[in-house]
């Protein structure tokens, strides 16, 4: 029986809110409309909207709202734009200014094309080295029919990117490294555990739509509070990363094992094959 995937960021969500669980960690997320916008522009100085169907963080964009009295900026030509433009939208490398909210809906649909997007509350990243970092939480299905959060690592976004994945610049680091200059190494403990326990219950959430899920990797931001925020549960997610950036081979034998178990991959395969880049790779 083949491996069930979810493809709608929209339907994933729906299911994720119906556990009072685990909605707790997601941020407000709705259907893109210009009202959407403004009305989350009112309560939130950042959001991000980003395509229903799509991989890779291709089509995401954010914004910001500068408040006009706060709009000094150590750029005397962003403070003067920021004053007269209190909206800034970015994607890929690119930034533009807009006065009103028309006008940044214009922006936005020019992008979207017609196609359904979401808008998301945005979380600010935490840094590593000057550079925006988020999580990918691997939980698998176990031989034995349980849930078992098998790994995390943490995607530290290129220069200039508003998203983390290795497939836009991104970079890989250890949970512990990136964390070493916002935690204790106690804290991190904690947060660990806290991780690995809202991958199995995102998990078995999931499940009770889609019976036949096997695997899901999890998109977290922290905030400076070191509370976690699902930002997407992708159910095609990349397993290469755990095997080519980590010392420790244990991990990866027991995400394999896994994989092997639930027809992810074959142990008649070349498990090289799972380290490329095209779509059967999973996401990361």
């Given at each position: 029986?083949?491996?069930?995937?979810?493809?709608?960021?929209?339907?994933k969500t729906k299911v994720?809110?119906?556990?009072?669980?685990?909605?707790?960690?997601?941020?407000?997320?709705?259907?893109?409309?210009?009202?959407?916008?403004?009305?989350?522009?009112?309560?939130?100085?950042?959001?991000?909207?980003?395509?229903?169907?799509?991989?890779?963080?291709?089509?995401?964009?954010?914004?910001?709202?500068?408040?006009?009295?706060?709009?000094?900026?150590?750029?005397?030509?962003?403070?003067?734009?920021?004053?007269?433009?209190?909206?800034?939208?970015?994607?890929?490398?690119?930034?533009?200014?807009?006065r009103t909210i028309d006008?940044?809906?214009?922006?936005?649909?020019?992008?979207?094309?017609?196609?359904?997007?979401?808008?998301?509350?945005?979380?600010?990243?935490?840094?590593?080295?000057?550079?925006?970092?988020?999580?990918?939480?691997?939980?698998?299905?176990?031989?034995?029919?349980?849930?078992?959060?098998?790994?995390?690592?943490?995607?530290?976004?290129?220069?200039?990117?508003?998203?983390?994945?290795?497939?836009?610049?991104?970079?890989?680091?250890?949970?512990?490294?990136?964390?070493?200059?916002?935690?204790?190494?106690?804290?991190?403990?904690?947060?660990?555990?806290?991780?690995?326990d809202l991958g199995e219950?995102?998990?078995?959430?999931?499940?009770?739509?889609?019976?036949?899920?096997?695997?899901?990797?999890?998109?977290?931001?922290?905030?400076?509070?070191?509370?976690?925020?699902?930002?997407?549960?992708?159910?095609?997610?990349?397993?290469?990363?755990?095997?080519?950036?980590?010392?420790?081979?244990?991990?990866?034998?027991?995400?394999?094992?896994?994989?092997?178990?639930?027809?992810?991959?074959?142990?008649?395969?070349?498990?090289?094959?799972?380290?490329?880049?095209?779509?059967?790779?999973?996401?990361?």
């Open positions: 029986m083949a491996i069930q995937r979810i493809s709608s960021k929209w339907a994720l809110l119906r556990s009072q669980q685990v909605s707790a960690f997601i941020p407000l997320t709705l259907k893109y409309s210009q009202d959407a916008l403004s009305n989350l522009l009112v309560d939130h100085t950042l959001v991000y909207i980003k395509p229903d169907k799509g991989t890779y963080g291709n089509g995401v964009m954010c914004v910001d709202r500068f408040d006009q009295e706060a709009a000094v900026d150590s750029s005397s030509r962003r403070s003067k734009l920021s004053q007269t433009s209190p909206y800034r939208l970015r994607y890929q490398t690119v930034t533009e200014y807009c006008e940044l809906h214009s922006r936005i649909t020019a992008q979207t094309k017609n196609n359904l997007y979401l808008i998301q509350q945005g979380i600010v990243l935490l840094q590593y080295h000057g550079r925006s970092f988020d999580l990918r939480i691997l939980t698998q299905k176990t031989p034995y029919g349980t849930w078992e959060t098998t790994g995390i690592i943490g995607r530290v976004a290129a220069k200039n990117k508003i998203v983390t994945n290795y497939h836009n610049g991104g970079t890989v680091g250890k949970l512990n490294e990136l964390l070493a200059e916002h935690a204790t190494p106690a804290e991190i403990a904690r947060l660990e555990r806290k991780l690995y219950w995102t998990a078995q959430q999931m499940q009770k739509e889609y019976p036949r899920l096997k695997e899901i990797g999890l998109d977290i931001a922290l905030d400076e509070n070191l509370y976690p925020w699902i930002l997407e549960v992708n159910t095609l997610p990349a397993i290469f990363p755990f095997k080519k950036f980590f010392k420790d081979k244990n991990v990866y034998q027991r995400i394999e094992k896994y994989a092997i178990a639930y027809g992810r991959l074959s142990p008649k395969k070349n498990i090289k094959a799972t380290g490329n880049t095209s779509k059967k790779s999973g996401s990361l």
